[in-house]
């Protein structure tokens, strides 16, 4: 099993639509980071987080320690979003990374 | 403006040939990344350097070299040992809790 799982693989929505992608893991973590991977490859970071919300323009993540989750929401999804979303946790100078969610956005 | 370079963005190689990826930043981060993305996968670590001069395995470092000359610096060698070099390569410099990504580089070895 993977220590960093993230659901769903793909995503598929409609423009407007809200947009929530999860992210479990089973290490004890100093911090989670999301990140954003567009199809030309380079990463940016979009949050990190040890505990509670942030918000970020149209974009909002949260985690909860205890349940070991996280969770990025999109509001008002734009095409623009389309991209792969990535949940990384650091542990012990370490960072390891989900598989991805594929986040498609159709006009 | 401060970031990370890799070069090329795709490189080409026969099987058997040895390739060196690039990777420079200009952020003054001590610590250096190397990782893998294939398909379906979450980015593996080959090798780390916390400080110039010193470098660490990490989780598929076989088949691959690395070396720290200078801080700004962290070139990847893909060796013809490595069994299926053909991936998408990111290079990352960080500090505490984070790190900052390059573009990355697609290798294909026919």
């Known amino acids: 099993k993977n220590e960093v799982e993230q659901s769903p693989q793909n995503l598929t929505a409609q423009e407007g639509e809200f947009i929530t992608i999860n992210c479990s893991y089973s290490v004890g973590i100093s911090a989670l980071h999301w990140l954003q991977q567009h199809p030309g490859g380079g990463i940016v970071s979009l949050f990190m987080?040890?505990?509670g919300k942030k918000k970020h323009g149209r974009l909002i993540a949260t985690i909860n320690i205890q349940e070991k989750h996280s969770s990025l929401h999109i509001t008002a999804s734009h095409p623009r979003d389309s991209a792969v979303y990535i949940c990384?946790?650091?542990?012990?100078?370490?960072?390891?990374f989900g598989a991805g969610t594929r986040l498609t956005v159709k006009p | 403006d401060g970031g990370i370079t890799q070069s090329p963005k795709y490189l080409f190689r026969k099987e058997g040939q040895n390739v060196t990826l690039s990777c420079e930043q200009n952020l003054n981060h001590d610590a250096m990344y190397w990782y893998r993305q294939d398909p379906g996968q979450g980015l593996r670590l080959i090798y780390y350097?916390?400080?110039?001069?010193?470098?660490q395995k990490g989780d598929i470092a076989e088949g691959y070299s690395v070396s720290r000359e200078k801080k700004e610096s962290f070139p990847l060698t893909v060796t013809s040992a490595q069994k299926n070099p053909t991936a998408f390569y990111l290079c990352?410099?960080?500090?505490?809790?984070?790190?900052?990504f390059g573009p990355g580089t697609r290798l294909t070895v026919t």
């Open positions: 350097s916390q400080i110039v001069n010193d470098f």
């Open positions: 990352a410099s960080g500090g505490l809790y984070e790190q900052y």
């Open positions: 987080l040890s505990s």
């Open positions: 990384a946790v650091y542990n012990n100078n370490d960072m390891r």
